[in-house]
């Protein structure tokens, strides 16, 4: 980098910065120059360059430009030796200086990033150290944990010979969500760019758990079978899973299959909290499921005549809405005093019915007369009679009669 250190008005350079091993540009300019000699010399007042002559029996330094107005002269393969301030000295009366500090830039070594454990527990601190040795200036630190900066402690050391170590000390509280996210230690130094190192988080955590209803699909109900399967997760995995009743023993016939309860021909004396629990070498939880048996789906189906057909009609007895997880209610009682109101209802239907069948009948049946005796009211026997009959038997085929 150029800074620009003018002593007099006629005579400047430049200071000038350089990674160890490069080289460096020293450059004496004059605005007007009345032939007067430009001449270089090292922070030892020793003559480089007089005009474009090199005194100095150092073959590192090489002349680049020499005229009436500038000297530049090169320096290679700098080490930390060269630094100082170098004069640009202009032959006039009074004579005149401008001076160009040489900054040897000597970059860190690989940064190297410590834990003071390899596994950190969940809610507990930990603490990491980043190292930037040997260099010059002195290198600044920055932390990054996924992409959020956090802040560091730092401390810098010179050593014997002048170099610099700076040591980042980084604290913070972990939590499993940090399991597997980087953390960077970032170098910023003149001399280098994106320089870092690199380490990821272990962190360890009690198990978490969830109870999941395989089956049934709705409301458990009574008769019916039911799995229920405890899932959990932690690091390191649940070695151990368990199921237990809440203030009761398991039903006698409970099978345990791993992480899975499996219970058949659920009844209401089943009705309880089940809980699972999981544990790791960092802790336990568990979860519960409440199950509430439910009655078992009821139809009432009604009776029809032989005469008339009357649709079936089923009685569905209304279904709580509540979870068996919540545990919260109960079947409602069957009301038997609406289905007695519907029975009575299609008796009375029918009863009416018939009644009108009844009288229906009962309308069409006559009494009907025959004039075969007309006229044998008065007769004394039965063959008087029927002399008597009016017409007799010569008008038997002019007047029948039929019954109909």
């Given at each position: ?14 200071n ?7 080289v ?13 000699v430009?001449?270089l ?7 480089i360059y ?6 100095l029996?150092?073959?590192r330094?090489?002349l ?11 320096l290679?393969?700098?080490?930390l030796?060269?630094e ?7 032959y ?8 160009a500090?040489i ?39 920055r932390?990054?944990?996924?992409d959020?900066?956090l ?10 010979d ?8 980084l ?10 996210v980087?953390?960077?230690c970032?170098?910023?130094h003149?001399?280098?760019?994106d320089?870092q190192?690199?380490t ?19 409301l ?12 959990a997760?932690?690091k390191?995995h649940p070695?151990?899973?368990?199921w237990?009743k ?9 099978l ?34 409440i ?5 078992a789906?009821t ?7 032989a005469?008339t057909t ?9 279904e709580?809405?509540?979870d068996?997880?919540a545990?919260?209610g109960a079947p ?8 007695g109101?519907?029975v ?15 009288r229906?009948f009962?309308r ?7 004039h075969?005796?007309k ?5 004394a ?15 038997s085929?002019?007047k029948?009669e039929y019954?109909?």
């Amino acid at each position: 980098t150029l800074n620009p250190l003018q002593i007099s008005q006629n005579l400047v350079t430049d200071n000038v910065e350089v990674m160890e091993g490069d080289v460096a540009v020293i450059s004496c300019r004059v605005k007007n120059n009345d032939d007067s000699v430009i001449q270089l010399l090292n922070p030892n007042r020793q003559t480089i360059y007089f005009r474009d002559v090199r005194p100095l029996k150092d073959a590192r330094f090489q002349l680049v430009n020499f005229s009436d107005n500038e000297l530049r002269v090169s320096l290679s393969n700098v080490s930390l030796s060269d630094e100082g301030r170098y004069v640009c000295q202009l032959y006039t009366d009074p004579p005149q200086e401008a001076y160009a500090d040489i900054t040897v830039l000597i970059p860190p070594g690989n940064p190297i990033i410590e834990s003071r454990e390899g596994q950190v527990i969940e809610g507990n601190e930990t603490e990491m150290t980043c190292t930037a040795m040997g260099s010059k200036p002195a290198a600044t630190i920055r932390w990054m944990k996924g992409d959020k900066e956090l802040q560091g402690i730092s401390k810098v050391e010179e050593t014997y010979d002048h170099m610099f170590t700076v040591t980042s000390q980084l604290r913070f509280i972990v939590t499993k969500e940090d399991d597997g996210v980087p953390v960077v230690c970032i170098v910023d130094h003149p001399a280098v760019k994106d320089f870092q190192a690199l380490t990821y988080l272990v962190v360890h955590y009690k198990p978490e758990v969830k109870i999941i209803v395989e089956f049934p699909d709705g409301l458990p109900r009574e008769g019916q079978n039911m799995e229920l399967s405890c899932q959990a997760k932690g690091k390191p995995h649940p070695q151990q899973i368990n199921w237990v009743k809440v203030d009761d023993d398991l039903p006698s016939h409970a099978l345990i299959t791993g992480p899975d309860l499996y219970i058949e021909n659920l009844n209401k004396t089943y009705n309880g909290t089940y809980r699972c629990f999981a544990a790791n070498s960092v802790g336990e939880s568990y979860d519960d499921y409440i199950l509430y048996v439910y009655d078992a789906p009821t139809t009432t189906p009604i009776p029809t005549t032989a005469t008339t057909t009357i649709p079936t009609t089923t009685i569905s007895l209304p279904e709580a809405t509540a979870d068996s997880r919540a545990g919260e209610g109960a079947p409602r009682a069957v009301d038997h005093a609406v289905i007695g109101g519907v029975v009575a209802v299609v008796v009375f239907a029918m009863l009416c019915l018939l009644i009108i069948l009844g009288r229906y009948f009962a309308r069409h049946k006559g009494t009907y007369f025959t004039h075969e005796a007309k006229g044998a009211d008065d007769a004394a026997d039965a063959d008087t009679a029927i002399i008597n009959a009016e017409g007799g038997h010569n008008n038997s085929d002019e007047k029948k009669e039929y019954y109909i």
